[in-house]
Structure formats: structure tokens, C-alpha cells
């Protein structure tokens, strides 16, 4: 399971959603395994103005939060990283310097989904990759 928070300035991020989207979901897919199905993508809007960030950032900056079930190895993690940099500036024109990831990794148990605590549930792909 994965809840992945996008923020950006709305002017910049808004008409690239779709594309940060389908990059962010092959990414994942590739270096945590994930199944196609499994998307889960909030884009989170900034005003310009409201929007602050380090000298050499530009307005193109942006974050990407991913909230994960724990279990996913260091070398699945930097994986997904460097896809995640590499793509983001190939395919979206976002430089590595425009570019935040953070990794939240909790345990099943603190996820609720369906009606139940994740650890109950039956999974239709591996969480330890």
C-alpha cells in the first residue's frame, strides 16, 4: 500500500499532473515491484507566494511525499530514487535540484484499510523487495 502527496506551485505543477503521475506510478512500480493498480497520487497546490524553498530551487520545485507499508530494502529505496530523479528531469524537464522524495515507511499495523488493520490483509503483491 502507498499514499504519495505531490506539492508544487500550482501554476507550474497543475498542467503536468497526468505525466508526474504515470512517472511517479512506473517508477515505483519498477524498483518497489508494484502492482499497476495500486495508485494512490494526491497533487497538493502552493501559491507562488506561499511557496518557499532553498536558493537554487526555482518555481519548478517540487516535493513528492511517499507514505509506504515498511519493508522495502536501502537498495529498493535508492532505486527508486535515482528513477525518480532520472525521469523527472528526462521526461518532465525537473532538475535532481527541483526534486524532493521522502520515504515514510510505517507498519501494517498502523494502516487501516477496508475495513481492517493492513496486517490482516491479503496482499496481491510483496512487500519485502
Known sequence: MGQIKIFGIKERLHPIRVQVS?????????????P???????FIYIDSDSFFYFG???EK???IEISVFEGRSIEAKKKLHRLLFDKFENQLG????????TIFETPMHNWGIRGKSADELSLNYKVNV
Do not use: W
Not at 504515470?22 to 508494484?34: G, K, N, R, S, T
Not at 525537473?94 to 522524495?101: G, K, N, P, W
Open 94 to 101: 525537473i532538475s535532481a535540484m527541483d526534486l524532493e522524495i
Open 22 to 34: 504515470e512517472v511517479i506510478h512506473e517508477c515505483l512500480m519498477d524498483a518497489f515491484q508494484y
Open 56 to 58: 537554487g530551487r526555482t
Open 61 to 63: 520545485h517540487t516535493i
Open 36 to 42: 499497476k493498480e495500486k495508485k494512490a497520487h494526491r
